[in-house]
């Protein structure tokens, strides 16, 4: 499952590549959807080398092959926090709410530390961390998994939004300063692509 549910999240990606560039250009290089996409075909090569279907070896390998290839912060963030992503998994994992609960922390953690930023600071972190509290145990309490991947989804969608109203502190947006208001923060809008896609599989999985 983690394999398919992979090449879902890498044929999204690339299917936004102009989209995610458009947003780039207006407050960056404009060459995040081109980065993005740069990754994910590293990842489907990544994947196509690998035999194993064990979820941690293919975090594992999808995060190399990220670092590897794309350029910009985006490949060091996104690839550390998927290498972080696989240390907490091994091969019985299954998506629920405790593993995504896990899956999140560890990437939120490790991109935290490696990006130094938070919540608030305009970057994926304000799409990543809604996403990791709606797992938490004391969120979950009489909620099945597919409302609670609605209701991540959601979440992911309104921290999206929120970071129109952000000043940019990070990365080339944070040279704009009070100009980078108005503007959908690219990292975050990825972030969103990757898990909207993430929960489309994992909803017409459960109900196959």
């Keep these: 499952m983690t394999r398919d549910a992979v090449t879902t999240v890498i044929k999204a990606l690339l299917s936004e590549k102009d989209f995610l560039n458009d947003l780039d250009e207006k407050i960056g290089d404009g060459d995040h959807g ?3 996409a740069r990754g994910a075909t590293a990842a489907a090569d990544a994947l196509e080398e690998l035999e194993d279907d064990d979820p941690k070896k293919i975090l594992q390998a999808v995060g190399n092959a990220v670092i590897m290839n794309v350029g910009g ?3 060091s963030l996104y690839g550390a926090g998927l290498l972080a992503a696989a240390e907490v998994l091994d091969e019985n994992s299954a998506p629920d709410a405790p593993t995504l609960e896990k899956v999140f922390g560890a990437i939120v953690d ?3 530390q490696r990006g130094q930023a938070t919540q608030g600071d305009k970057t994926m972190l ?3 961390i809604p996403i990791h509290e709606t797992f938490k145990a004391e969120n979950c309490a009489g909620k099945n998994f597919e409302t609670l991947l609605t209701e991540a989804r959601d979440a992911a ?3 999206l939004e929120i970071t129109k109203t952000l000043i940019a502190t990070k990365g080339r947006a944070a040279a704009l ?3 980078s208001v108005g503007f959908e923060d690219p990292g975050a809008a990825s972030a969103l692509i990757i898990f909207r896609a993430l929960c ?3 909803k017409d999985s459960f109900r196959a």
């Design 73 to 75: 912060s985006a490949g």
């Design 110 to 112: 490790e991109i935290q």
């Design 34 to 36: 081109l980065n993005m």
């Design 200 to 202: 489309g599989y994992w």
């Design 126 to 128: 304000d799409v990543l």
């Design 177 to 179: 300063k009070k100009k």
């Design 157 to 159: 969608r309104d921290g």
